[in-house]
């Protein structure tokens, strides 16, 4: 018989089993045991931190805060000595600050043309209650639009998102909370500014009068937040998603929306 010992790979032949094991040694770190060492924990003194979140946050003024101050000072002065220094100077304040509220416009506008081209495809009817501008504020006891299909008609109200980097939490069929700031930034943390932050906001959905129940609640979360979730009545918390049914309606992005009513006919 052939011997496969030698192509055994990381483990001892019979014969090494069968020698006196050896002798085990004991490593110690600073008086504990390796196996022990787990279990220590680390003193933590509340004055060296504090100093610590001070001194962080004085360099990183003079290292990001006092370059940035210096740069837009300089535009300043380019922008109040020449016309092209004043376009520049409004251009480097002006952008970062409308770059959220231009986001969202363009975002709930890429929906409204999408949506309107398949409900000509298809020939749904579509119906809006409020204009464009006002659906981006919360107002109860409303819908912003109506889809009817084939076989149902589908009452809409948007949830906007004004950044990507959120969470949204389903709290109660009364309130939902808006976590924002997922994405760790060093910056805030060195200036004390906890992240994520949290809002509650009062938020619901019932079936409007007129309609039977034979109608579905959509709520379109339009621009959509990094992400979903549901809060059990434990107090836990679980990850939802486009197409999950809380609290009496749908939840879907803008693209789930589209591609849940684009495929009625085949799933109703």
Not at 159 to 173: A, C, E, K, M, W
Request: with cysteine.
């Amino acid at each position: 018989m052939a011997n496969y010992d030698k192509y055994k790979v990381g483990r001892d032949s019979d014969a090494e089993r069968t020698q006196k094991p050896k002798k085990r040694v004991k490593i110690h770190e600073e008086g504990t045991p390796m196996y022990r060492a787990y279990g220590v924990t680390k003193k933590v003194y509340p004055a060296a931190e504090r100093v610590k979140k001070v001194l962080l946050a004085i360099a990183t003024t003079f290292i990001i805060g006092l370059p940035v101050g210096v740069l837009l000072f300089g535009l300043f002065l380019i922008a109040v000595a020449t016309e092209f220094g004043k376009v520049l100077f409004a251009t480097v304040v002006l952008v970062p600050l409308l770059f959220v509220p231009v986001r969202v416009l363009l975002k709930r506008r890429k929906f409204i043309k999408r949506l309107k081209k398949l409900c000509r495809e298809k020939h749904f009817e579509l119906k809006f209650r409020r204009n464009f501008f006002a659906s981006f504020f919360y107002k109860k006891g409303t819908y912003d639009f109506t889809v009817k299909t084939s076989n149902k008609t589908w009452i809409c109200k948007y949830l906007t998102s004004p950044t990507r980097d959120r969470l949204i939490q389903f709290d109660t069929p009364e309130r939902i909370t808006f976590f924002k700031g997922l994405t760790p930034n060093r910056i805030k943390e060195a200036y004390g500014i906890p992240s994520p932050r949290r809002r509650e906001k009062f938020f619901s959905f019932s079936l409007p009068d007129g309609f039977s129940d034979k109608c579905e609640l959509a709520v379109i979360m339009n621009p959509a937040p990094k992400m979903t979730d549901l809060k059990l009545p434990d107090g836990r918390t679980e990850a939802t998603g486009t197409g999950a049914k809380i609290f009496g309606y749908k939840i879907f992005t803008g693209s789930g929306f589209i591609s849940t009513i684009s495929r009625s006919d085949i799933e109703y």
